[in-house]
């Protein structure tokens, strides 16, 4: 069955979440598709149920306000969807990137499909490339995703994404549009890819603006009490006023104490959360990935990368690409906007 879940391909190193087939440089988008999964279509059935007449027979009824969505391969279904529901094609989300991978110096690097064709996405590398104190760098990424089950609007996102580590980072404009930088079209409106492009045209702003936020947070260094309160506030959704901060550490760590030596079950509810958290402190204080660099130890983004570091290779998921989906579209990605937005209080 696993290969219902997902299919993916990719182009270079082995990316973090350690899924897909590897692919040559340069490879056309329809190897993309049959390796990444994505060589099928999307076809529609109007929905129809089963009655019994006043004689006991076996009639079909047609229900015309809904479709069923499936599988052009396998026939497999993927939803039930109104008729005014516009699907997008896996196809049309790699040939949003035809024009820039042959014009613009973009590179395709991952594509795939999960939860057996229900979401799919692809992410090329837009060429920017930055570095925080000589030796830590990011590179910028556009990922495009959509769903069919009702749990995403087709999205376009600008994404950094972390060298040493392979965290990645969805960037937002701060400011008069806080939606710059991301791109969302419900499926009631068809897919305009062009028209994505151009509301998509503030790259080199969104690119420069976050990495001069992520240079801030580079520059302002915490304390244990602040880092202590940070990942209470991250986690627990809790704000702590600068005098509640020496209580918070003290309590944090006597949180994480009392759930390491119980075993109630009322203790078991928050237990998630303790370990989060101890796991977090413990990568943010020397054993996260480039934990070392000094863009990065003691550091609000020291913080931030312990955050995304957690959400894409060690938060708790029942596979590779359960994570996946996560990190990027469900409960982890909510936790690094989070983890963000705390640490950006940080620098006021």
Request: aromatic share 8%; net charge neutral.
């Amino acid at each position: 069955m696993a290969h219902q879940i997902e299919q993916m391909a990719y182009v270079g190193e082995t990316p973090w979440h350690g899924l897909g087939n590897q692919l040559s440089q340069n490879q056309p988008l329809e190897v993309w598709a049959q390796q990444a999964g994505m060589d099928w279509r999307i076809e529609s059935s109007d929905v129809s149920y089963m009655a019994k007449n006043d004689r006991g027979q076996s009639i079909i009824m047609p229900y015309e306000e809904q479709r069923v969505l499936y599988r052009s391969d396998t026939h497999a279904p993927l939803s039930v969807v109104s008729q005014r529901y516009q699907e997008v094609q896996p196809m049309e989300i790699l040939n949003f990137y035809k024009d820039l991978t042959e014009k613009s110096g973009f590179e395709l690097e991952t594509a795939g499909v999960l939860k057996g064709g229900k979401k799919f996405w692809a992410l090329a590398k837009t060429g920017q490339t930055s570095a925080l104190k000589g030796k830590d760098v990011s590179n910028g990424y556009i990922l495009l995703a959509t769903a069919c089950d009702g749990t995403l609007a087709t999205t376009a996102q600008f994404t950094s994404i972390r060298v040493v580590c392979n965290n990645t980072l969805a960037i937002a404009l701060k400011g008069q549009n806080s939606s710059a930088g991301v791109v969302k079209v419900p499926h009631s409106t068809k897919f305009d890819a062009e028209k994505i492009k151009q509301q998509l045209g503030i790259s080199v702003r969104a690119w420069d603006e976050h990495m001069y936020e992520m240079k801030q947070l580079s520059q302002r260094k915490v304390t244990q009490t602040e880092a202590a309160a940070y990942f209470d506030t991250v986690f627990n959704n809790t704000s702590l006023s600068p005098m509640e901060q020496e209580d918070g550490i003290i309590q944090f760590y006597r949180n994480v104490a009392t759930q390491a030596n119980s075993a109630t079950k009322a203790d078991n509810k928050t237990e998630p959360n303790g370990r989060a958290m101890s796991k977090v402190m413990t990568m943010f204080n020397g054993h996260g990935r480039g934990a070392e660099l000094s863009s990065v130890k003691d550091t609000a983004y020291g913080l931030l990368c312990s955050i995304t570091e957690f959400c894409d290779h060690e938060r708790r998921a029942m596979s590779q690409d359960h994570r996946l989906d996560s990190a990027w579209f469900g409960a982890g990605a909510g936790l690094k906007q989070r983890g963000l937005e705390q640490a950006l209080r940080m620098l006021a």
